[in-house]
DNA sequence: TCAGTGATTAGG
DNA sequence: CTAATCACTGAG
């Protein structure tokens, strides 16, 4: 079940602005339900920086919801969002420094909402660790994709400046 | 453009 | 307990 190219904490732990490109053209790889280990090239991907980021969930303090951006880079923070959607996202950095990466999108499967839905990821996945996982892991691969950034998505309580960070990273 | 949808959160 | 909020989506 460990892949040979299964990231390992050192990816994580360092800082989201380095983690969330990085994840571009890495393979998700899910397994959900009785279905088998299926994998998925990240696509789009979104940085979440600390408690200074009025966009961030975790610049709100520490709750139950937030708890795992808390914790050592590796970590899968899943959250409910509108009623309908699982927003998967990726802890990175170091213990008592929150933040994660939001997977946006996925090859085959365009929107937070939508890919969630289709590859099964609900509340069961909150605080999955990637690095030790049977169900959930990230591994590398060749693709070098020329990467592109822009403003992060659906944010506008968060003030200009936080808004208007380059912190989405898409192919 | 705008309503649906319900967990999460802050505030009595 | 209540009410406001919301890292979205699909219909029009």
């Known amino acids: 079940m460990q892949g040979k190219k299964r990231l390992t904490r050192d990816f994580y732990i360092r800082d989201v602005l380095i983690v969330a490109p990085e994840l571009i053209g890495k393979a998700l790889v899910v397994r959900s339900g009785i279905k088998a280990c299926r994998k998925y090239i990240i696509t789009e991907t979104e940085a979440y920086r600390g408690i200074e980021d009025?966009?961030?969930?975790?610049?709100?303090?520490?709750?139950?919801?937030?708890?795992?951006?808390?914790?050592?880079?590796?970590?899968?923070?899943?959250?409910?969002?509108?009623?309908?959607?699982?927003?998967?996202?990726?802890v990175t950095g170091e213990e008592n420094n929150p933040q994660a990466a939001?997977?946006?999108?996925?090859?085959?499967?365009?929107?937070?909402?939508?890919?969630?839905?289709?590859?099964?990821?609900?509340?069961?996945?909150?605080?999955?660790?990637?690095?030790?996982?049977?169900?959930?892991?990230?591994?590398?691969?060749?693709?070098?994709?020329?990467?592109k950034t822009g403003q992060r998505i659906g944010i506008d309580y968060a003030g200009e400046f936080w808004k208007t960070r380059q912190w989405r990273y898409y192919i």
Not at 56 to 83: I, N, P, W
Not at 118 to 140: C, H, N, P, V
């Open 54 to 90: 009025k966009a961030c969930h975790a610049s709100r303090g520490r709750t139950e919801r937030t708890d795992v951006m808390f914790l050592q880079g590796g970590k899968v923070y899943v959250y409910f969002v509108y009623g309908m959607y699982w927003m998967l996202n990726i």
């Open 102 to 147: 939001l997977i946006r999108s996925v090859e085959g499967f365009d929107g937070p909402g939508k890919l969630t839905r289709a590859i099964g990821i609900d509340k069961s996945f909150y605080g999955e660790d990637l690095t030790l996982s049977d169900r959930m892991w990230i591994e590398d691969s060749e693709i070098s994709p020329v990467i």
